[in-house]
């Protein structure tokens, strides 16, 4: 059987809940949410576990902290024998504005933390899908920024692209990257608007 890990980066604790840099987590959490998919507690994460058509998907919170996401990553890839071309990993991004992501089969970790330890360990080759968060933020500001709450405002600007990011990690495990890609990302540079 097919097996795919999908990870969602962010900070486990209740201080971290809802902040920008737990975007990643909330699209797992909606994903889990709407398939009805229960996170247990186990080595290095908060894993998930249902099957699209026969492919077996691995939902993945780290629970290493950011900047040490790569360890559990490595470790889940290697445990369940997964191919490191179905693994998708999404994280936020200040580089993108808010309510806009980009799907890329592979590239640099753009200044990430918990990219780039993964890119440490296992490579830059494979699936990511960065989640804009904007970058209203005055210089020097930037990790009070992205460990700051979404305010119930920007929580609209971003919904529609987390529903949309529910739908990607679907075509990814179903159709494979670059299709994804191809019908995806321009809806992600309109802000995760459908027209």
């Given at each position: 059987m097919?097996?795919?890990?999908i990870?969602?980066?962010?900070?486990?604790?209740?201080?971290y809940?809802?902040?920008?840099?737990?975007?990643?987590?909330?699209?797992?959490?909606?994903?889990?949410?709407?398939?009805n998919?229960?996170?247990?507690?186990?080595?290095?994460g908060?894993?998930?576990?249902?099957s699209?058509?026969?492919?077996?998907?691995?939902?993945?919170?780290?629970?290493?902290?950011?900047?040490?996401?790569?360890n559990?990553?490595?470790?889940?890839?290697?445990?369940?024998?997964?191919d490191?071309?179905?693994?998708?990993v999404?994280s936020?991004?200040v580089?993108?504005?808010l309510g806009?992501?980009?799907?890329?089969?592979?590239?640099?970790?753009?200044?990430?933390?918990?990219?780039?330890?993964?890119?440490?360990?296992?490579?830059?080759?494979?699936?990511r899908?960065?989640?804009?968060?904007?970058?209203?933020?005055?210089?020097?500001?930037?990790?009070?920024?992205?460990?700051?709450?979404?305010?119930?405002?920007?929580?609209?600007?971003?919904?529609?692209?987390?529903?949309?990011?529910?739908?990607?990690?679907?075509?990814?495990?179903?159709?494979?990257?670059?299709?994804?890609?191809?019908?995806?990302?321009?809806?992600?540079?309109?802000g995760?608007?459908?027209?």
């Amino acid at each position: 059987m097919d097996k795919y890990l999908i990870v969602g980066l962010g900070n486990v604790g209740d201080e971290y809940d809802m902040t920008r840099h737990n975007t990643g987590f909330m699209v797992l959490d909606a994903f889990a949410k709407a398939s009805n998919i229960v996170f247990e507690d186990k080595r290095y994460g908060f894993v998930g576990e249902t099957s699209l058509k026969g492919r077996k998907v691995f939902l993945l919170k780290p629970s290493t902290y950011m900047n040490l996401s790569g360890n559990a990553v490595r470790y889940w890839l290697n445990k369940e024998n997964i191919d490191q071309s179905r693994l998708l990993v999404i994280s936020d991004d200040v580089a993108i504005p808010l309510g806009q992501f980009r799907l890329k089969a592979n590239g640099s970790n753009g200044g990430h933390n918990g990219l780039g330890h993964i890119q440490q360990l296992i490579g830059q080759n494979y699936a990511r899908l960065r989640m804009g968060i904007g970058n209203d933020y005055p210089q020097g500001m930037q990790i009070d920024y992205v460990l700051g709450r979404y305010g119930e405002e920007e929580m609209k600007v971003l919904q529609p692209a987390i529903d949309l990011g529910v739908d990607i990690i679907k075509s990814f495990v179903l159709a494979g990257i670059d299709i994804t890609m191809n019908q995806y990302n321009k809806l992600g540079k309109n802000g995760g608007s459908k027209s």
